[in-house]
């Protein structure tokens, strides 16, 4: 069994598996399938200040081993989590963290502030990246001088872990990731989703009622490792990777490209127990290999 | 038995038969391993296909039967794309990975006059649902069910077995020719009932429901939403609610009384 143990900034979590927002709902959906305490951490659903209907149906559209979403963050807001469903999750043995959101960068202060005094939540991971919405998500995401001035003001108003997901829809990746890092970020999780489309040529209709939607799944892996790899090698912080991780070999990947820690998306999806799978995986790859903690591999991509 | 949800489990089923009906429509009969869950009328299975690019999530299938003493269940599929076009294509012997019993069921009614309307793979909750009223709520089911043409008619006889059948067809080769709303029996001045519980293409249970409105009857319509996940994590399968704004069909559904739902009929 070798030492799986990883940092995010000042919080040691005790496994690199954790479960990337947006698909795992708050944990208690999986709870019949897996022992939610052996992950590494949770990412809660993306939460804003106020409750959000999301975007009309259809929402999401498979494609090459992939899928496009666009649930626009969806959510009852920061009130109802507090008196909700964080009395209920607290039971969870394992980090939970909450993926903040807003429109404003008061809206992202109000969530960050009213999580800080959760005394179960030790991180949050501010979501400047997120497609499916009108305001704010990606347009801070996508604009280097909107994503430090969010960063910054959260990390002003927050005083825990403070990780940022980046968006993979900008040209120059090591450029947001250096921006958010001066301004403050604990670590940078990526990516989020790519913006794309699909099209039924039939209806010749869009299969969105957005018309475009975030990519996620296998087909985004590539642009994952290389966005992961380039940033790793770039900033003194920690990242966590994930985009389309479906089994431990990908994780493990993700590791050698300089992902201190992973988050799984789409694959909950088709395999309600895969966290669980991957945390083996991993595990078992470290020992075959002669490997006594996880830290010796991150990073080891042999050039 | 009792009325309490099983856990959601994954499990790999051995397919013992795959039974061709016609060009459209088939049955898997798949057995377990263990012992059956309990498994309600109108839950759903999502099935993983492969890991092919286009078979890349699983898909949503309602449980058309369940056999607890041979831990059995069935599947009715419509070949609708490429995932059931595979699912046609398994052979006896193979496995078939599962994740189920999800979703809500139907509810119990409050007297015992029910009709039970299904179209095309629709049928597919009506069955269970019907053998488990027999069983359970001691109701004798009255089925009517809806087809384009004779050909596509789905195991009349295990309908038959539970209770009286009326058929449509919309070429009028069997039963009342026309659409089920436009069956007498929902259209004579003593039609009413207690509930009608549908499952079908949304225009049908759309019409169904204003059908049920104009009759004074309570009605419950099992949708049939993309979904992503099956579990209430994606929040891709919503529909949208007057008393709660969208919800999840995968775990508040699939089955909705028709008046919660906010469709324009
Ligand atoms: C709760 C629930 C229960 C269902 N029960 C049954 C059942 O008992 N038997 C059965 O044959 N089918 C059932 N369906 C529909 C079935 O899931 C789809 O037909 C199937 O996913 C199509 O997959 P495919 O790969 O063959 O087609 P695809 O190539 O994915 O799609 C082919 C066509 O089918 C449509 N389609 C895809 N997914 C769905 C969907 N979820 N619902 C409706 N249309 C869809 C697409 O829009 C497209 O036009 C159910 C769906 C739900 C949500
Ligand atoms: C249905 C769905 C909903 C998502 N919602 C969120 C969200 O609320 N906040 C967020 O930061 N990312 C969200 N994401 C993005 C994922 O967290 C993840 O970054 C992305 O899907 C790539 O990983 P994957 O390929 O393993 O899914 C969502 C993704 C999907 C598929
Ligand atoms: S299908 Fe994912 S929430 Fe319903």
Redesign the pocket.
Known sequence: MANLKTNIGKLEIKNPVMT????FGFGTEYEDFIDISRLGGI?V??ITGAERQGNPYP??AETPS??L?A?G?Q?KGIDYFVEHIYPEISKFDTEIIV?V?GGTIEEYIDVASKVEKLNKIKAI?L?I??P?VKQGGMVFGTHCPSAVAVTQAVRNAYSKTLMV?LSPNVTNIVDFALAVEEAGADSI?????LLGMAIDAKTRKPLLSTITG?L???A??PV?LRMVWQVAKSVKIPVIG?????NATDAIEFFLAGASAI?????N?INPAVTIEILEGINEYLDNNGFSCLSEIVGALDI | MNNIKAKKRVEDFTIIENKRLNKEFFILKLKSAGELPVILPGQFAEVRIDDNPTTFLRRPISIYNVDYSGNTIELLIKIAGDGTKKLSELKDGGILNIVYPLGNSFSKPAGTKVLLIGGGTGVAPMLILGKYMKANWGIEPLFLLGYRSDKLIIEKERFEALGKVYITTEDGSDGYKGFVTQHPILNEPESNFDIIYTCGPEIMMKAIAKKAKELNSACEVSLENLM?CGIG????CIVDTKDKGNVNTCTEGPVFNSERLKWQI
Do not use: D, H, W, Y
């Not at chain 1, 990337?20 to 698909?23: D, I």
């Not at chain 1, 988050?263 to 694959?267: D, K, N």
């Not at chain 2, 994590?233 to 891709?236: D, H, P, V």
């Open positions: 990337a927002s947006g698909t990412l659903k993306g929402r999401m992939g899928m979403n649930v963050l959510n993926n959101n991971e979501n990246s997120c499916n997901k999780s990526l990516i989020n989703t975030g996620s799944g296998p985004v892996k994952a994930m985009g389309g991780i479906m988050q799984v998306g789409t694959a999806f | 992503g994590a994606c929040l891709c």
